[in-house]
Antibody, heavy 119, light 107 residues
Framework: QVQLQESGPGLVRPSETLSLTCTVS????????WTWIRQPPGKGLEWIGY???????NYNPSLKSRVTISVDTSKNQFSLNLSSVTAADTAVYYC?????????????WGQGTLVTVSS | DIQMTQSPSSLSASVGDSVTISCRAS??????LNWYQQKPGKAPSLLIY???TLQSGVPSRFSGSGSGTHFTLTISSLQPENFATYYC?????????FGQGTRVEIK
């Protein structure tokens, strides 16, 4: 059973960079795509972007100038960096596995981690 | 961006009821429509993909239909564990977008 676990600071100061890592267990990170999604408190879901195990990326244009997603296959991890954060970036951040091709559903999700942007 | 609009935003129903949630896309998305269930404090979980294909392990009381711009999620015989928020998602065109969610509450 594939499991995903987000990790990283729960508090980030405005204008700094939010950095999160997702560790995949119970399966290899290779041959799949991996994605980040966020959910502001009490609100809906926003897709951030995805990365393939070989490093190909696709970002949401609304965040593209500030987002970098990377992958480390040796550690079975992928990461999210979001720069120049503001209070609007406060959200629960989820990582998920993406079955790209076909209808690209997100079939396995991490439990999510709350990141608060505040001084 | 393709806008996804769900209706209603919330509904109240009783155990055993059948409920239907609508999801409309701002342009045709063929069958590129997925449904997720989210319980409070938990991550979303995949229910249906490709508009009508049930994810493995999901009970058959869940069903999806539609194509183009109009889709529906139906839960027949609502169970206590089905009270949650449901989201549709289009993966026809990047950026992938979600509906605003439909909260299913106990009457």
């Amino acid at each position: 059973q594939v499991q995903l676990q987000e990790s990283g600071p729960g508090l980030v100061r405005p204008s700094e960079t939010l950095s999160l890592t997702c560790t995949v267990s119970g399966g290899s990170i290779s041959s799949y795509y991996w994605t980040w999604i966020r959910q502001p408190p009490g609100k809906g879901l926003e897709w951030i972007g995805y990365i393939s195990s070989s490093g190909s990326t696709n970002y949401n244009p609304s965040l593209k100038s500030r987002v970098t997603i990377s992958v480390d296959t040796s550690k079975n991890q992928f990461s999210l960096n979001l720069s120049s954060v503001t209070a609007a970036d406060t959200a629960v951040y989820y990582c998920a596995r993406l079955l790209l091709g076909g209808y690209s559903p997100f079939d396995y999700w991490g439990q999510g981690t709350l990141v608060t942007v505040s001084s | 961006d393709i806008q996804m609009t769900q209706s209603p935003s919330s509904l109240s129903a009783s155990v055993g009821d059948s409920v239907t949630i609508s999801c409309r896309a701002s342009q045709s998305i063929s069958y590129y429509l997925n449904w997720y269930q989210q319980k409070p404090g938990k991550a979303p979980s995949l229910l249906i993909y490709a508009a009508s294909t049930l994810q493995s392990g999901v009970p058959s009381r869940f069903s999806g239909s539609g194509s183009g711009t109009h889709f529906t999620l139906t839960i027949s015989s609502l169970q206590p564990e089905n009270f949650a928020t449901y989201y549709c998602q289009q993966t026809f065109s990047s950026p992938w977008t979600f509906g605003q969610g439909t909260r299913v509450e106990i009457k």
